[in-house]
């Protein structure tokens, strides 16, 4: 598309924005990787594109950046961006290199899976702290992608030593650039492992958001998600794979009051099917009390006597 026939019109912030979530709405691009609609990623493209803060205000108010002249050379730049996010249907993140979590920023690009997680407000809002025993030291965060759990698990329990682990390589290299970001090098140890394989422990608890999606779901995904390594989402028929060998393994290298947190997203239902026995802990979080569990060694090791009778 050629800069003179884009739809993007306007010559200040809030009507680039304006005009941005039209162009988005009516190209049909899919939101949730950050946004979960138009007016939100134009506004974060934009401002991004700008180089304005991210939180800025496009308010009515007196001091918002809303009314703020746009020079045409600087609408163009914002043009050749929301142009390649409908192009290409890259969640923006991709397109920006960046994401947030929690208000926390990490570097992101297409080695890994854009985050999201659930957990990431477990771990802000203290939800987990009253399921860990006084001797938590040793936390391990499995399938970590770019890392972001990792830094927030370190960041929320300044005692503990934290472990990032995954089975590619290329995600590993994502983390360590945000581990280093934040300057937690002597705290984050990342470990490249196929599950548990490599990660004995004993760990104090294990944070997981593992390949889930199930095999129906992956082949409806939207052109977004399809952009993320398949890798990070494919969790086989039920979406179960990955979490039934982890619970096989975990009580090895656990200690005795040791707890997993496990993001499932959708998969409840599947869940409940592959695990029908298990006692876990469903936490809420704003997407509701569906997403995010929580199980203890003690139930897990009890699960897998009554399977051995």
Known sequence: MSRSMHPLTGNTVGALVESGAQWLASAGVFFGHGTTNAHDEAAWLVLWRLGLPLDSDLSDAPDSIKNQTVAPDQLALVATLFEERIRTRKPAAYLTREAW??????????????????????LADGSVDGFLSGNTRQVLDLCTGNGSLAVLAA?????????????????????????????????IALQLSDGLSALPGPWDLILCNPPYVNADSMAALPSEYRAEPELALAGGKDGMDFVRQLFAAAPACMTEDAVIVLEIGNERAYFEAAFPQLPVFWLETSAGEDQVLLVTRRALAAQTQLTAQ
Do not use: C
């Open 101 to 122: 979590l929690q208000g926390v920023p990490f570097y992101i690009d297409e080695r890994a899976i854009v985050p999201r997680s659930f957990i990431g407000e477990l």
């Open 155 to 187: 960041m929320a329990w300044p005692e503990v030593e934290v472990t990032g682990a995954d089975i590619s390589p290329d995600a590993l290299a994502v983390a360590r650039i945000n581990v280093d970001k934040h300057g937690l090098q002597d705290r």
